[in-house]
């Protein structure tokens, strides 16, 4: 498995931006989809976006389309969210995970986790 680290959360308003980072270590990198998934409050873990192993590919959520986006460096061994005019429905725990599909969007498709890092919208 690959360990995973996530960065860049933290408070912002509305309308804000912000850029996740996820390190990877302890595998080869590009021989991985990575995802993004969050957690609010009292709900489900939701798919967010995701990535294929050479970057070329992208999914989002209908939700985040137009405003977040999802790239890959993996000379760096790193996947990126850039989150753009950002909703307080927005607010969650983000989650970076590896798998091997991109298009798998459900958690169980995904075998490696962060420990998450915490997204706060205000209004």
């Known amino acids: 498995q690959v360990q995973l680290v996530e960065s860049g959360g933290g408070l912002v308003q509305v309308g804000g931006s912000l850029r996740l980072s996820c390190a990877a270590s302890?595998?080869?990198?590009?021989?991985?989809?990575m995802a993004w998934f969050r957690r609010a409050p009292g709900k489900e873990r939701e798919f967010v976006a995701s990535?294929?192993?050479?970057?070329?590919?992208?999914y989002y959520v209908s939700s985040v389309k137009g405003r977040f986006t999802v790239s890959r460096d993996n000379a760096k061994n790193t996947v990126y969210l850039q989150m753009n005019y950002l909703r307080p429905e927005d607010s969650a725990v983000y989650y970076c995970?590896?798998?091997?599909?991109?298009?798998?969007?459900?958690?169980?498709?995904?075998?490696?986790w962060g420990q998450g890092t915490q997204v706060t919208v205000s209004s």
């Open positions: 990535i294929n192993r050479s970057g070329g590919s992208t």
């Open positions: 995970a590896a798998g091997r599909s991109a298009t798998a969007m459900a958690p169980r498709a995904f075998d490696s």
């Open positions: 302890g595998h080869t990198f590009n021989s991985y989809a």
